[in-house]
Nanobody, 125 residues
Framework: QVQLVESGGGSLQAGGSLRLSCAAS????????VAWFRQAPGKEYEGVAT???????VYADSVKGRFTISGDNDKNTLYLQMNSLRPEDTGMYYC???????????????????WGRGTQVTVSS
């Protein structure tokens, strides 16, 4: 059974940095697409960044140049380094995964099969 567990969220002022982690277990696929999504109160899920087995990354325009997605296969962990944070980055951040697939450009949330429970990021001005 696949499990995804996020950590690293917190509250901070605009301009600061955070690194989110997503620990994965139970994964058996050799090909995968994994992503970070976020959801602000009252809003839809927003795809933030994706990375696939080939190491190809795609970012939402709103985070390009500020966020970096990466993975450590030895630790089965996905990361999201977030720099120059803004109040509009506030939300619950989730990692999501789908095995046996590469990533289309920022797929919709419905594309992903496995989800973590999220970690809250709050950025104040």
């Amino acid at each position: 059974q696949v499990q995804l567990v996020e950590s690293g969220g917190g509250s901070l002022q605009a301009g600061g940095s955070l690194r989110l982690s997503c620990a994965a277990s139970g994964y058996t696929s050799t090909r995968y697409c994994v992503a970070w999504f976020r959801q602000a109160p009252g809003k839809e899920y927003e795809g933030v960044a994706t990375i696939d087995t080939d190491g190809r990354t795609v970012y939402a325009d709103s985070v390009k140049g500020r966020f970096t997605i990466s993975g450590d296969n030895d630790k089965n962990t996905l990361y999201l380094q977030m720099n120059s944070l803004r109040p509009e980055d506030t939300g619950m951040y989730y990692c999501a995964a789908r095995g046996d697939s590469q990533c289309p450009n920022i797929p919709p949330a419905s594309f992903f099969i496995h989800w973590g429970r999220g970690t809250q990021v709050t950025v104040s001005s």
